[in-house]
Nanobody, 116 residues
Framework: QVQLVESGGGLVQPGGSLRLSCAAS????????MRWYRQAPGKEREMVAT???????TYADSVKGRFTISRDGAKNTVALQMNSLKTEDTAVYYC??????????WGQGTQVTVSS
């Protein structure tokens, strides 16, 4: 099973930026879907952004225009660039990958806190 490790979380002021990275160990076969989810205290986990092996991206309405998901196939990584951060973006962010023949894989999560 593919192992995922997130990095790049931290504390940032409202309006600031952070870049999350997710490194995958093991081979990921196309077609695949790589995603970022987040879970705030007391709330359900929600999908933030998705990128497929064909390069198609989708975003939650709450982050459109502010967040960008990207992938580096050679390095087996997926990133989430987060700009114009708001206090409501505070959550634990999780990386996720799904492809045929492999159970869904989740990372351990990285904390993002947006606060002044």
């Amino acid at each position: 099973q593919v192992q995922l490790v997130e990095s790049g979380g931290g504390l940032v002021q409202p309006g600031g930026s952070l870049r999350l990275s997710c490194a995958a160990s093991g081979r990921i076969f196309s077609p695949y879907s790589m995603r970022w989810y987040r879970q705030a205290p007391g709330k359900e986990r929600e999908m933030v952004a998705t990128i497929t092996s064909s390069g198609t991206t989708t975003y939650a309405d709450s982050v459109k225009g502010r967040f960008t998901i990207s992938r580096d196939g050679a390095k087996n990584t997926v990133a989430l660039q987060m700009n114009s951060l708001k206090t409501e973006d505070t959550a634990v962010y999780y990386c996720y990958v799904l492809f045929v023949g492999n159970p869904p894989s989740w990372g351990q999560g990285t904390q993002v806190t947006v606060s002044s």
